[in-house]
């Protein structure tokens, strides 16, 4: 399915190929530079399912430009400040398509680790507390309620996987054998620190932003960036502060709308995943659009 608001795959003749994701299509430009594409494709329990959210790569780009842009204070990121027309400038109708759902970034060494940061208890950190008291090996107290503000923000990371494989949480220690002490807390001190600062800011606008998951890259130097997406409704849970309530799962403005109703179907969270009702998807859409305008309009 493609259409003006609509874009499933891409396949661009004047840039190559270099990785299609779960949502992302991403494009070799040159020794430097890469060209990342965000579809409207839309994963749950790590499946891609086979319809797409009509916009999402648009609003997932805009939210992701715009903090980038607020973040860009506390730690370096990927963007390059180079455009569509610098990297594909002879193909007019690509780059219409491409418009406004496309980001040019500086080639960086992802780090193996997805940094995530929660403040509040909910999810899978949310069984993990029900099961063992502690989420990642981070003991957490007695008596702790669903969807509840936790003391101080935790980092708790996880293992990348491939696409359609499940991330692993694991250990800050385990994150330590993996990148050495001294970036593992550079990880830590510099999530928690984004995170703060934009929960900070998402409450002004009337959003909690539940929790995060980031991803880092180092350049040449071993510098620390912020790369991929940031805080969008794929990759964070964002709440309407005046629907938040304790004991519950609140109602969010991100894809837990699509997983709360895959919850209902017998369904073994294995691909292929199951169709999406055209209610799902516009009422999707909608919460998608809405995080968007909150927090950045």
């Known amino acids: 399915m493609q259409g003006p608001e609509l874009l499933h795959e891409t396949s661009l003749t004047s840039l190559q ?24 494709r839309i994963s749950a329990f790590d499946v891609i399912l086979p319809d797409p959210i009509p916009g999402k790569g648009r609003v997932l780009t805009a939210v992701s430009l715009f903090w980038l842009d607020y973040t860009k204070g506390l730690v370096p990121n990927h963007f390059s400040g180079l455009t569509l027309a610098d990297v594909i400038p002879s193909d007019a109708e690509e780059r219409a398509m491409l418009s406004g759902r496309a980001v040019v970034v500086r080639k960086l060494t992802p780090l193996p680790v997805e940094a995530i940061v929660r403040g509040y208890l909910i999810g899978s950190g949310w069984k993990d507390y029900q099961r063992r008291g502690e989420i990642c090996g981070i003991r957490l107290e007695p008596g702790l309620q669903q969807a509840q503000q936790l003391p101080e923000a935790i980092f708790t990371p996880s293992t990348k996987a491939a696409v359609c494989d499940h991330d692993e949480n694991i250990s800050f220690g385990e994150t330590i ?18 995170y703060e600062e934009a ?67 017998d369904w073994d969270k294995k691909a292929p995943g199951p169709a999406l009702p055209q209610e799902v998807i516009q009422q999707t859409a909608e919460k998608y659009r809405e995080a968007e305008k909150r927090l950045i309009t």
């Open 17 to 40: 190929l270099r990785t299609k994701g779960k949502v992302r299509d991403i494009y070799e430009v040159d020794d430097q530079h890469l060209l990342i594409v965000t579809t409207d």
């Open 177 to 194: 054998e993996l990148l050495g002490l001294e970036l593992a807390e550079q990880l830590r001190r510099v999530s928690i620190l984004i």
């Open 199 to 265: 929960a900070r800011y998402a409450l002004k606008r009337g959003m909690i932003i539940a929790d995060t998951k980031f991803e880092f890259g180092v350049d040449e130097k071993g510098m620390l960036h912020l790369i991929d997406e940031v805080l969008t409704p794929d990759s964070s849970r964002f709440w309407p502060v005046d629907q938040y309530a304790l004991g519950i799962s609140p109602p969010s403005f991100d894809k837990q709308f699509v997983r709360d109703y895959l919850e209902t179907l």
